[in-house]
């Protein structure tokens, strides 16, 4: 079965410039969640989207959206980038996301880089 | 709000060393606590998990308990292998319906041959 995967694996931006990124979840899994990574924050939880809907957000300004399409596959859009956007974007897939048991599988992540 | 606390870094083992990572949190109600491990250029990969106080979780010679009397959930290995140089997540979900993951700051392990 294949992983959850990320597209790009990598992006250049500078600021002011909008971002989006991509995740495709691991087959039948409908649930993906997106964290952002950086060395002085740590992995941070941006948003869960199930079923196309938004069902838990984290603490991040507006400029941070997504969505979820009917295959479950999944996007994120960062407007007006700031260098402090710059980045490792993880996205995981659960099969429900229902309940804390379920195990979340990663993708590899977008590195984005704000010039 | 829900933390988790690792132990600071890096720490550096001679291969066949014992290893272990100390981690605590902070939940209300009844978490589940996971470890994770990202090897370079890579995502995180699930290590190994427990969903009640007093369980155990092991995978690949790690293991960790999750002691609710003590908060803790601490990673250990009897014997290290050059091939476990990584970072190692300790982390939480709370004990609701959503499965938002906390994680703490992560620890970066070398181990030399």
């Known amino acids: 079965k294949a992983g959850v995967t990320q597209t790009p694996r990598y992006l250049i931006k500078t600021r002011g410039q909008q971002v989006t990124l991509s995740c495709s979840p691991i087959s039948g899994h409908r649930s993906v969640s997106w964290y952002q990574q950086t060395p002085g924050q740590g992995l941070q939880f941006l948003f869960e989207y199930f079923s196309e809907t938004q069902r838990n957000k984290g603490n991040f300004p507006g400029r941070f959206s997504g969505r979820q399409f009917s295959n479950s596959r999944s996007e994120m859009n960062v407007s007006t980038l700031e260098l402090g956007d710059s980045a490792l974007y993880l996205c995981?897939?659960?099969?429900?996301?229902?309940?804390?048991?379920?195990?979340?599988?990663f993708g590899p992540g977008t590195r984005l880089l704000v010039l | 709000g829900d933390s988790v606390t690792q132990m600071e870094g890096p720490v550096t083992l001679s291969e066949e060393a014992f290893l272990t990572i100390n981690c605590t949190y902070t939940?209300?109600?009844?978490?589940?606590l996971f470890w994770y491990v990202q090897y370079p250029g890579e995502g995180l990969q699930l290590l190994l998990k427990a969903t009640k106080a007093d369980d155990k979780g092991s995978n690949k010679g790690f293991e960790a308990t999750y002691r609710k009397e003590t908060t803790s959930f601490h990673l250990e290995k009897g014997s290290v292998q050059v091939s476990d140089s990584a970072v190692y997540f300790c982390?939480?979900?709370?004990?609701?319906?959503?499965?938002?993951?906390?994680f703490g700051k992560g620890i970066t392990l070398s181990v030399r041959p």
């Open positions: 982390a939480l979900s709370d004990g609701g319906a959503n499965s938002k993951l906390t």
């Open positions: 995981a897939s659960s099969w429900a996301g229902q309940g804390s048991q379920e195990t979340q599988y």
């Open positions: 939940a209300t109600g009844y978490p589940s």
